[in-house]
Each structure stands twice: as C-alpha cells, then as structure tokens.
C-alpha cells in the first residue's frame, strides 16, 4: 500500500498544471464597418485565485485587447470606438474567466 500511494504522488507531482483558455475578443472598428479580431490566452485557472496572479492575468487580458482592437487608421473618430472596444473586450473576458480575484482586480 505505501508504495502504490508513493507511486501515486509521484505522478500527481509530474503531471503537468492543467491549463485553462480564454477568448479575448473585440470589434474593432474600421472605416468599412466593424472587424472581428480575437486572441487566444492561456492561463492556470487555480493561480487565478490568487491577488498577484489574478493581476499578472488581468496585464495580459489589457494587451490582448488592445492589440485585437487596434485600427491602423489613427483617426479621431476610431479613439472612444477603439477605447469602447478595449474595455469591452477586457470585462468579457475577466467575466469568462469567472474569479473573484481576477473580478476584483478588473474594478
């Protein structure tokens, strides 16, 4: 018995974390209309829990929504559609991931 449970703590301790995806996603705004752009953020959903991780994910979750809801028209009329997009794409994923840590970092 005690080797089968050494041998089972081994494994445990040599799987790898289970990680996590989440969708950012945006409409960013273009002369033609609106575009869809998205990234794909992994993450490991039991770090999210924690304050300093939940904010190091929430740095990420900011990039990735500026970078998919940037035009390369700088036009005036774009910056509060861009700035609208950013924030939106920022709350959905922060709300798709689903931590309270991650939600109270966001506010």
């Known amino acids: ?3 089968y449970s050494l041998l ?3 494994v445990l301790l040599a799987a790898p974390a289970r990680s996590a995806t989440v969708l950012v996603y945006g409409f960013a ?3 033609g209309g609106e575009v869809v752009e998205q990234q794909l953020l992994k993450y490991e959903p039991l770090a999210a829990g924690d304050g300093q991780a939940a904010a190091v994910l929430l740095a990420r979750i900011s990039t990735a929504a ?19 997009c950013r924030r939106q794409a920022i709350k959905r994923a922060v709300r798709d991931v689903g931590s ?3 939600s109270a970092a966001a506010d």
């Open 1 to 3: 018995m005690a080797r």
């Open 8 to 10: 089972l703590a081994a």
């Open 29 to 31: 705004p273009s002369l």
């Open 66 to 84: 500026a970078q998919v809801c940037a035009t390369s028209h700088a036009s005036p009329l774009l910056t509060s559609k861009l700035e609208q």
């Open 100 to 102: 309270p840590a991650l």
